[in-house]
């Protein structure tokens, strides 16, 4: 099985990347390396899980495009390096205040969100560490950042593409993105490949302050304008101060979000963390920071947790609650195990008596569907000019890759064209080979496995 626990999969805390290869390997490597043939895809953490199912299969059973064993392979790499969709941290963790006398504390160098900082020479205060993982993109070449968000794998496409900078080295052929990409010109399509909502998350505890809230409620939090629960009115009588969780810059999820509640820009008393991760809920911390009226702390009562909320997807929220796409159960369980498990789901006392309470990770968490809340479409983007290319993406094959995987229409739609074929459910008339696996059953079986909406629509580049 080509797994998607590696990067190759397409794919929606210290955690390594896993390490398996995908086919016996003459040499050791941590992931498998893609070959000159096969399509390679990087970008959103959203779409992480669904392009790790559509390539390979997924845990409820349905084959992927690679379970053929086609000699070519459609490959997605992970947004993050770890297969749970979690950020990697530097051994120190959230570490501490740099003390530039000691070089002590704060992030060493190589970690950290700030680009570039594998060339510092002394720490730097990024908290916590964040690692900057690598990844590489093709066999025979070397490690580059691993993009992580829709805006950092589009970028990374475009800056493929652009060959007159000597930059374009057609390493990358598609990009998944949560939010629409501007793209200018017709250089690249798309293909909308699900709709996933958008909605608030809290912890789900007794103790909680956090409740379903409006659209301008929000806005006032994420602008720090509004800083403390019984500032919101009504029933919202609590003193503590509420903690804002926003994703990383480069996310989609973070670009449709703060879109939607119009912010441009997070206030100071927003934390970032990684996308679509319920446990950042239960990792929240009070911070310091510049507010108004000086520096201030966010303090209160009850823990960071029971006020923090954050914007997270219905799809991966479904992953690792164990739900379809329609939100029925899909017969297997939560997708995300407990990665202090050796072998999970197995339980070993022996060797990890942490476990001995289940495998699965199931965050007491909220979704705050009854406020404000809003369906987005999830895409791939592509080059156009790969589209029209003549290269067969299987040798003895009729078809390029994107006409394989992601768009074949018919050449002359509605005119009875034998070489064509139509859908029965869809009605959706496709060129010779019939539907691309994207659309087809077996592909609208991996969205869905992946909690995500199937949905399939084209857009030429530039509309």
Not at 14 to 21: D, E, I, N
Not at 69 to 92: E, M
Not at 159 to 165: E, R
Not at 335 to 360: L, R
Request: aromatic share 8%; charged share 10%.
């Amino acid at each position: 099985m080509v797994g998607r626990k590696f990067t190759l999969g397409m794919g929606m805390v210290v955690a390594a990347a896993a390490t398996v290869a995908l086919f016996p390997a003459t040499n050791a490597v941590a992931d498998y390396a893609p070959t000159s043939n096969d399509v390679v895809g990087v970008g959103s953490d959203t779409l992480q899980q669904l392009g790790d199912f559509v390539a390979d299969g997924d845990f409820t059973g349905n084959p992927g495009y690679n379970s053929a064993g086609n000699k070519n392979k459609f490959i997605s790499i992970d947004a993050t390096a770890d297969a749970n969709t979690r950020l990697s941290y530097g051994v120190q963790g959230v570490g501490g205040a740099y003390n530039a006398t000691t070089n002590t504390g704060g992030c060493a160098p190589g970690t950290g969100g700030t680009k570039g900082s594998g060339n510092q020479n002394v720490n730097h205060t990024d908290t916590p560490c964040v690692q900057n993982p690598s990844i590489v993109l093709r066999a025979k070449k070397s490690p580059v950042q691993r993009p992580n968000g829709s805006g950092a794998g589009f970028n990374l496409l475009v800056q493929d593409t652009n060959t007159s900078t000597g930059l374009g080295k057609g390493w990358v052929d598609f990009a998944r993105a949560s939010s629409p990409r501007t793209p200018g010109g017709t250089t690249y399509d798309s293909v909308t490949v699900g709709v996933d909502k958008l909605a608030m998350l809290s912890s789900d505890t007794t103790t909680t302050n956090a409740a379903a809230l409006t659209l301008s409620q929000i806005t006032s939090i994420y602008n720090c304008s509004v800083t403390h629960w019984n500032e919101l009115g009504g029933s919202f009588t609590s003193t503590d101060s509420i903690v804002p969780l926003v994703p990383q810059v480069g996310s989609g999820t973070r670009s449709s979000f703060l879109g939607a509640i119009s912010v441009g820009t997070p206030g100071p008393c927003v934390q970032n963390v990684e996308e679509n991760d319920p446990e950042a809920i239960q990792a929240a911390q009070y911070i310091t920071y510049t507010g108004t009226s000086g520096s201030v702390t966010q303090a209160g009562a009850k823990g960071a947790m029971d006020n923090a909320i954050e914007p997270m997807s219905q799809g991966r929220l479904n992953l690792f609650q164990g739900k379809l796409s329609d939100g029925t159960g899909n017969g297997v369980g939560g997708y995300f195990k407990d990665p202090s498990c050796p072998f999970a789901p197995a339980i070993s006392t022996a060797n990890a008596p942490q476990c001995t309470t289940g495998a699965t990770l199931a965050p007491n968490v909220t979704f705050w569907s009854a406020g404000w809340n809003t369906d987005r479409n999830l895409y791939i983007y592509f080059r156009h000019q790969d589209f029209l290319g003549s290269k067969k993406f299987q040798p003895g094959g009729s078809l390029n890759w994107i006409r394989t995987m992601l768009y074949n229409p018919c050449p002359n739609p509605g005119v009875g064209d034998p070489t064509c074929t139509v859908d029965p459910v869809s009605g959706r008339e496709y060129g010779p080979g019939g539907a691309p696996w994207i659309a087809s059953g077996a592909g609208q079986a991996n969205i869905s496995a992946s909690g995500i909406v199937p949905a399939y629509a084209f857009t030429p580049g530039g509309a």
